[in-house]
C-alpha cells in the first residue's frame, strides 16, 4: 500500500499497537467467526510482535532472539490481517474516524483500538538526558544493554541500575551475567527493601543477601542527586544525596511505567493516569477501545500480563459480536525472572488490622513462607525459597476458602493443607447434622 494511501472499507478494525495485548487480541479474533472483516494492525517497532516477558532472560544471555519471537509477518498474512510494522500513528481523527502514520498513511477505521503500552518513567534529576543512560523496555533496549555488557566483559566497568522493583532487578541480574565478572553493578533502590510492593521485609532481606552473594552492590534507601558527565559528555557516574558517588559507564532506569496515552489525550478520549475504559474496555468513544498497559480501568493501570489476557478474551468476543461479561479486576501474584531465585507473592506485603499471621523462617536454607489470613481466608502470601505451594495459596486466596480446618498444615505445602482440609470436610459430612446427611 502506497504510504499516503488511505482505504475506505465498511467493517474495518484498526488496532494501534502490535505489542504484547495488540498481538494477542489479533489471534484471539483470528479464530472467531464473527471477526471485523478487514484488520489492520499498526505497530512502531520494526518488527512482528515478540514476547517482551523474555527480554529479561535474553538479555541474561538464557534465551536466544528467535524464541521471542510470537509469529511472524507470513502469519499475519495468512490470517488476512495487513500488517503494517515501523510506522507510529501520530493523529486520530475521530470525527472522520480517520488516523494519519509519521509516514503520511492515512486509514479510515470503523473501530479503533489503542494497544500502545507505557514507556518508562523517569526520576527528575539532572543528567538523565546523557548519552549512556538506556531503559529496558524493547529489544532495542535489551540490544544496547547486551552490547554493552558483552563489551564490558573484556574491558570492565561499571554499570548502575536505578530502582529495585521486578524490572531493575532483571536488568540488574542479566547485565552482571552478561559481563561475565568483568563488569560491576551497582543498583539503587529508594526504599528500605527490594520489591517493596510485593516481599515483606525478611523475604526482601533474603533476596538482597542472595544477590548480594552474586556479586551485585545493592544500595537501599538511596537518593540519587545527579548523574554527572566525563569530558565527552557521556554519563560517568552517579551521585546519591548522601555523598556516596557511583561509578557508572552505563545507567538503566527502571523505576515504573506510565502509559501511553498522549495520542488518546490529543484526540479528546478522556485520560487520568491511563485511558479510561468501562468493563467492555470501551473508551469514552463507542467505536475506540483501549486494552493492555495504555488503559485504565476503575482507577487501575496494569503492568503484568496476567489482567491483560482477560481483557482481551473480553474484548475480542465484544468485536466479534458475542455476548460476554465485562471484564473483573482480580488479584495478580508476582514471580522474578531470575534464575535460581525463587520467589511468589500477592497481596498485602505488611499486615493490615485483623489479619492474622502464619510464618516459618529456616534462615540457613534460606526458606521463607508468611501468609495473611483474615477470617480463616488467604489474602497475602509472601514465599521465598521452596515456592512449590504458591499457585495452591494463590488459588485459595482467590476462591476465598475457609481454610480454618487445614490451619495447621497450612505452612506445610498444598499437599499437606489438602489432606487436612479433605479429611475436615469429610468429618462435616459424616455428621449426623451435616447438610449432605440432612438433605440425604
Ligand atoms: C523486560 C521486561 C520484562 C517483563 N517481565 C514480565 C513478567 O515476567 N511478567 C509479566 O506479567 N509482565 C512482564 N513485563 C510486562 C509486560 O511485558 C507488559 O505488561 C506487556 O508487554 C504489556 O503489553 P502492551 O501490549 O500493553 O504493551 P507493549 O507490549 O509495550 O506493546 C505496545 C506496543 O505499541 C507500540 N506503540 C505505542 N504507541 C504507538 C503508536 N502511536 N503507533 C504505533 N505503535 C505504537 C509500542 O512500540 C509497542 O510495540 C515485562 C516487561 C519488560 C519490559
Redesign the pocket.
Known sequence: MPATSHSAVTDHLVI?????????LVEALAGKPGRPAHITV????PEP?YN?????PL?AGEMAREALTLHDGDWYAEQGIELILG????DIDRAARRLT?DAGRTLDYDRLVL????RPARPPVPGLELPGVEV???LR??EALMRFGQHRADEGGNAVVIGGG??GL??AEGLRKRGQGGLRVSLLQRDDRLMNRQLDLIAARLLENALRGRGLDIHTDARLERLEPDDQGRVCAALLTDGTRLPADCVVVAIGILP?VS?ARAAGLEVNRGIVVDAWLTTSDPAIHA????CEFEGQT?????P?WRQVEVLAAHLAGETVAGYVDTP?AT?L?VSGVALYAFGPTEPEAGHEVLAYHDPQQGDYRRLLLKDGRLEGAVLYGDTAAGPWYFEQALAGRDLSAGRAALLLGAADARVRLDAAADTATDSPHSPAKEAA
Open positions: 494501534i499497537g502490535n505489542g504484547m495485548a495488540g498481538h494477542r499498526i505497530g512502531d517497532e510482535a517482551r516477558i523474555l527480554l529479561s538479555l510506522e507510529r500513528v501520530t502514520t494497544a500502545t503500552g507505557s529496558f523496555r524493547d533496549d535489551a521486578l524490572l532483571e536488568a501511553k495520542l486494552l493492555g498497559e495504555c496494569f503492568g503484568l500480563v496476567e491483560i495478580c514471580k525472572k
